[in-house]
């Protein structure tokens, strides 16, 4: 018998073994959770016939209690017990996916056994196999054969790794194994990277690679920054992260609703939403800066989501100044004139007035200004005036215990019923308070979009705010020419991020003080003013960052907006990397990618070969929409399950829609979507960022449409969300930036 085989026999007795005893644990899970249900109901039952026997109050509550109690502690066992029974079944069909014997120093080599979660005999505390987020675990993704080195709780252990070996096991059987020197193979990445995509995102535990784990594994930095090409992995390296994060909670004491992952839209949050599931974690908290926006803000001012705004760039005739005024809303300079315009509001636009009840003053306005810039512990502005506001209301106690008799004694006097009395005497006093809070109302109150909306319409103002300030010569113009779209029913989305950075700097915050680590997402999309928005939000937190500046679109790619995060986010400990090697698309799609990249940094492509990108001309738009319709069929007969029709507008998305929606079943894919179908869906470039597809379709690439740089960005965005096939069907002249890469070979023209 061949080694292989030999190998192979042993391992298939080992898998039975494993499975005989995940298949006891289901059993007797299964009769533990009927027993525990049994004494919930019965528990239940007897906490309401026991507690109607007492008639006396305190006696029912004591006895009550001591069932609640119980009720607690059997409700959390019988919890965990069914977790426990749903893990174990989700582990039958397949209880580990690799191996590596390990020889600490001075000990016997042991076979370990890497998994989606510890499988361990509680009777003879043998591990049958660990949890991939085990810190030894770390050996597998990271070492090859020869001295390997974790990180254990109690220091670090050193030995020798004497074998690699990886399982392909699928209900329950062990098809084959194969051995391996570092990490994952490429055999198994490959077979993982050639399925079709599904239509949310799913967990990388089998294929995690070494320079991926050393990001999900860090434990060391308060602000993690992960600069990745895309399809580098980035988010659902996030996703694998606060998974390890969850599992480590016994060092970090990290809880599912501490964590929070700021996503650049619901679609996309729907889309990552299966991975932390799939891993055995509850799912998190995801928002987006709307979402934040909205908390704050309720229904008293509406924001316009970032969809919005990038449609409004992309299809504006005045893109360029466009662009300019949104980078100047969201600079660090625009940032300073916020804070001198808070300043500005504390000393000049609340205008104290003297307080009076019932003509007799309480406090005059000069003392109640001095009182209110008289800030030793730094509270903000809001707080301060609620502060007075509690201050006079207890002032005018002594006055409204004098004004109660005074009044009583008119009443009386009157002549009324004893019982009108009272009544009437509360109204008095009322009226006296009400017209106390009409006093206090006139400067106690800020009004957030009056303060912001002040720099747009007094220019001797802003250039006080602005002097000095590194500013475009043209800086007040920019916010006279946007003043008319700033309306509190529909306010422009950079606007929106401008007063909600006012609104927590005037008023405090303390509505996200349990988070402890945020996960930002598409991190080249935002400008300075988010983050210094992020760390007003969020104290004290550890930060995961992601993003790709190649896939930036409304502004210029630059990787100075990760230096800006450190900057102003301002972490104890920060930590920038980078991640190159893209493994969502073909060798072939990657090429043209590379092409389209803004940067020179080389990408490196995964070698999974398939049909290179295709370009195809039709003669006219009834040619143009008879190719695309052939071509998603053409992508279905190869046995593509999604495919995304791609065009560079809304109004283009509507206009594709209603010429092929006869002859294609598709759908179109919109902002306010938060379920992502699978089949055919049709939608703007921009909307596509961050996920994918098997095939994709790129509606009239033509030189009419992409000819400017930020065209180009676009472009590149398309091309990457393609795993399996890419086209460009175009009438007319061909992208200047696609016919570039014609000639360098990485695109069929048909």
């Known amino acids: 018998?061949?080694?292989?085989?030999?190998?192979?026999?042993?391992?298939?007795?080992?898998?039975?073994?494993?499975?005989?005893?995940?298949?006891?644990?289901?059993?007797?899970?299964?009769?533990?959770?009927?027993?525990?249900?049994?004494?919930?109901?019965?528990?239940?039952?007897?906490?309401?016939?026991?507690?109607?026997?007492?008639?006396?109050?305190?006696?029912?509550?004591?006895?009550?209690?001591?069932?609640?109690?119980?009720?607690?502690?059997?409700?959390?066992?019988?919890?965990?017990?069914?977790?426990?029974?749903?893990?174990?079944?989700?582990?039958?069909?397949?209880?580990?996916?690799?191996?590596?014997?390990?020889?600490?120093?001075?000990?016997?080599?042991?076979?370990?056994?890497?998994?989606?979660?510890?499988?361990?005999?509680?009777?003879?505390?043998?591990?049958?196999?660990?949890?991939?987020?085990?810190?030894?675990?770390?050996?597998?993704?990271?070492?090859?054969?020869?001295?390997?080195?974790?990180?254990?709780?109690?220091?670090?252990?050193?030995?020798?790794?004497?074998l690699k070996r990886q399982y392909e096991i699928k209900k329950g059987e062990l098809e084959y194994f194969f051995d391996c020197s570092l990490t994952i193979t490429d055999e198994l990445l490959q077979q993982a990277l050639g399925k079709n995509t599904s239509s949310k995102m799913k967990n990388i535990v089998e294929t995690i690679q070494k320079e991926q784990d050393q990001i999900i594994r860090d434990r060391e930095n308060d602000l993690l920054i992960v600069q990745g090409v895309a399809g580098s992995g980035k988010t659902s390296i996030a996703m694998h992260r606060v998974a390890f994060l969850l599992y480590d909670r016994l060092e970090s004491g990290l809880t599912?609703?501490?964590?929070?992952?700021?996503?650049?839209?619901?679609?996309?949050?729907e889309y990552i939403s299966n991975v932390l599931p799939e891993l055995g974690e509850e799912d998190v908290a995801h928002f987006t800066v709307e979402d934040i926006f909205e908390k704050y803000f309720g229904n008293h001012l509406r924001i316009r989501n970032r969809n919005s705004q990038m449609e409004y760039i992309?299809?504006?005739?005045?893109r360029q100044k466009v662009r300019e005024t949104i980078a100047f809303k969201g600079s660090k300079a625009y940032i300073e004139l916020l804070d001198r315009l808070v300043d500005y509001c504390e000393t000049h636009m609340i205008k104290f007035t003297d307080i009076y009840y019932d003509k007799e003053i309480v406090v005059d306005k000069d003392t109640l200004k001095k009182d209110f810039l008289d800030n030793a512990i730094n509270m903000s502005i809001v707080k301060r005036l609620n502060r007075i506001e509690r201050i006079i209301l207890e002032k005018i106690k002594p006055l409204e215990k004098e004004k109660r008799k005074e009044v009583l004694e008119e009443i009386e006097a009157s002549g009324a019923y004893a019982f009108e009395e009272e009544r009437r005497c509360k109204e008095v006093l009322n009226e006296f308070r009400q017209e106390v809070f009409n006093q206090l109302n006139r400067f106690i109150r800020v009004n957030i979009f009056f303060v912001y909306k002040r720099m747009f319409t007094d220019e001797k103002l802003f250039n006080q705010l602005a002097k000095g300030l590194d500013m475009p010569y043209n800086a007040f113009q920019m916010m006279r020419y946007s003043l008319r779209a700033l309306r509190p029913e529909c306010i422009p989305y950079e606007d929106g991020v401008a007063l909600l950075y006012l609104k927590l700097k005037i008023e405090g915050t303390n509505l996200y003080q349990g988070i402890r680590q945020v996960v930002i997402d598409e991190a080249q999309d935002y400008y300075p003013i988010h983050y210094k928005v992020f760390g007003e939000l969020f104290k004290g937190v550890q930060y995961t960052v992601l993003g790709d500046v190649c896939q930036t679109i409304e502004k210029e790619a630059s990787h100075t907006i990760y230096d800006d995060a450190i900057e102003l986010l301002n972490p104890k400990r920060a930590l920038k990397l980078e991640l190159n090697k893209s493994y969502r698309s073909s060798y072939?799609?990657?090429?043209?990618?590379?092409?389209?990249?803004?940067?020179?940094?080389?990408?490196i492509a995964i070698e999974r070969h398939e049909e290179a990108p295709l370009m195809q001309k039709a003669n006219n738009?009834?040619?143009l929409n008879e190719k695309i319709v052939n071509q998603v069929k053409a992508y279905k007969a190869a046995g593509l399950e999604s495919i995304a029709i791609l065009c560079k507008t809304k109004g283009e998305v509507h206009e594709a829609y209603e010429a092929l929606k006869d002859q294609l079943e598709l759908s179109i894919l919109s902002s306010d979507d938060t379920i992502l179908e699978k089949g055919i869906l049709i939608m703007p470039i921009y909307m596509a960022k961050g996920l994918e597809y098997d095939g994709v379709v790129v509606y009239d690439a033509n030189a009419e449409r992409y000819k400017e740089a930020f065209d180009k960005q676009l472009l590149y965005i398309a091309t990457t969300r393609a795993l399996h096939r890419l086209s460009f069907i175009y009438k007319g002249q061909i992208s200047p930036f696609l016919e570039e890469a014609i000639k360098k070979g990485s695109i069929d023209k048909a």
């Open 1 to 162: 018998m061949s080694e292989y085989k030999t190998a192979l026999e042993e391992e298939k007795k080992y898998l039975e073994r494993v499975t005989e005893f995940l298949e006891e644990q289901i059993q007797g899970c299964g009769i533990d959770i009927k027993g525990q249900r049994k004494n919930l109901v019965d528990i239940r039952r007897e906490m309401y016939t026991e507690g109607s026997r007492y008639t006396d109050e305190m006696d029912r509550m004591a006895e009550l209690n001591q069932y609640i109690t119980m009720e607690a502690v059997e409700s959390s066992q019988y919890k965990h017990k069914l977790e426990t029974l749903k893990k174990y079944e989700k582990m039958i069909d397949k209880p580990y996916f690799g191996r590596f014997d390990f020889a600490e120093e001075g000990e016997e080599k042991e076979s370990i056994y890497v998994g989606y979660h510890n499988i361990m005999n509680d009777d003879t505390y043998e591990v049958l196999a660990y949890d991939w987020r085990a810190p030894i675990a770390s050996v597998f993704y990271r070492s090859e054969l020869g001295p390997a080195k974790y990180i254990a709780p109690y220091g670090e252990i050193e030995g020798e790794v004497s």
């Open 314 to 318: 992309i299809g504006s005739k005045h």
């Open 621 to 623: 738009e009834e040619d």
């Open 588 to 603: 072939e799609i990657n090429q043209l990618a590379m092409n389209l990249r803004e940067d020179q940094k080389a990408c």
């Open 256 to 269: 599912h609703n501490q964590i929070m992952i700021l996503s650049p839209n619901h679609l996309f949050g």
